[in-house]
């Protein structure tokens, strides 16, 4: 049922005379849509999701390549700020959609934790490169409809779960809530709460603090609500940090339990400033083939390519489903150039070293509040490029604070495991091993493969073979390959 827009006063739009040009190419009166709703819907799109400028220089900055290096914060902070404002303003001009874009959550996980440990920096981004390339080839082609279809419906659901746990669980683990249990602790237990199962630090309470003020806000239907809570999460952290003067989590190259995480919260010098920009153009489309070998980065693009090109589609059906606008054939216009722009974010996203660039569903909070054209995407592109002077202030946001923010994304993830028949163990089984192995193995890919593998598998068993799509059978053999890639290596290269 689509949401209808808050009333406007003023004149009522008249789809058969646009007011001018600017109202012709947008067709906002064509969309029975007004200036001002767009303008609305464009402001309540970027704070529910500007939370992304501070989260993801966190997700990407505290993970250290193959050589040990890590990227800058306030670089990262700018990068992605620029690349959002662009993408999404993009978005607005060629497809004409209200649906903005930035750096992925569960996708920057995945080169964070998984893809950046194997190479360098510039490696990784140039496979998010690569793989934005594969994607628009794949647009162009039209196989990208044919590979979406040949995944069930409910497989592709378990994989949002999947990662919506991954990223609770990555959450938890940041803010120092759950802990690895020591192995001189004598225990089986490999995980526990806290520090020797208590919450004895004040940077946990601040997250936990934190996370109740965010549940409280989202059940309100707050708009902006995991923004204001990353915020006030950074405020109490600041203050405990003035009166505590708690430190990190290393001084002196020696552990400090009860320290912050990663970002000592205290203010900065500037809060305003030019932003840096350094991150730009620092990719390496080979790199990563000649230091790993061919098998391990092919595996990492498809996996990207996986976990990446299934949100789009999905999202842009939903946000059109909101809007009423979908036709008849359940697509939503301009749908070619949707998912065109959406490529070229994934690839401008390496090249801007902030990851894989996507669609957020978020905007649905902007379409809620009448947006129906890429107006009101000017307007979150516009915010999005302001917030790039800002970057200073995301050096002062703890893992406490942000990691707020990755838990509740966890629980919107979860939400959609209710639409998987779990009667069914032909879909069960498979969704299930998705969804576990992702967060208990940390590893997206593995998640994805085990599901894929599994689902072939019990549909041979059942003798049901002509009903996977043939694409799925070349899927799950790469898969195969990627999970047997340690003797193969050992024994082709």
Known sequence: MAIAPPPDHGTPPDPAHP???????????????????????????????????????????????????????????????????????????????????????????????????????????????????????????????????????????????????????????????????????????????????????????????????????????????????????????IIVEAVGHIGPSFVNGKPNPTGWALNVPTLPEKIVDVPDLSLLGHFNVLGSWSRVGWLVPLMFVFTLLITDFFDTMGTMVAIGQEGDMLDERGTPPRAREILLVDSIAAAAGGAASVSSNTSYIESAAGVAEGARTGVANLVTGGLFLLAMFLAPLSAIVPFEAASTALVVVGFLMMTAVRTIDWADFEIAIPAFLTIVLMPFTYSISNGIGAGIISYVLVKLARGKAREIHPLLYGVAALFILYFLRGPIEAVVL
């Open 19 to 237: 007011r001018n040009g600017f109202d012709r190419f947008f067709e906002i009166s064509a969309r029975g849509s007004h200036p001002s709703r767009e303008v609305r819907g464009g402001l309540a799109t970027f704070f529910t999701m500007a939370y992304i400028v501070v989260l993801n220089p966190l997700i990407l900055g505290g993970a250290v390549d193959g050589d040990g290096r890590k990227l800058a914060i306030p670089a990262l902070a700018a990068a992605t700020a620029l690349v959002a404002g662009l993408m999404t303003i993009l978005m607005g001009v060629v497809a004409r959609f209200p649906m903005a874009l930035a750096a992925g959550l569960g996708v920057n996980a995945l080169v964070a934790f998984e893809i950046a440990p194997e190479m360098t920096w510039a490696d990784a981004m140039g496979l998010v490169v690569i793989e934005g390339v594969v994607i628009g080839i794949l647009v162009l082609t039209g196989l990208r409809t044919a590979v979406f279809r040949s995944v069930p419906t409910q497989l592709k659901t378990a994989i949002g779960v999947g990662i919506g746990l991954f990223l609770t669980l990555i959450g938890l683990v940041d803010a120092g809530f759950v802990r690895r249990v020591p192995d001189i602790a004598n225990t089986t237990v490999p995980v526990g709460l806290g520090i020797n199962g208590k919450i004895v630090s004040w940077p946990m309470l601040v997250f936990v603090v934190g996370l109740l003020v965010t549940i409280v806000l989202v059940v309100r239907r707050v708009r902006g609500a995991i923004l204001i809570g990353i915020l006030a999460s950074t405020v109490l952290a």
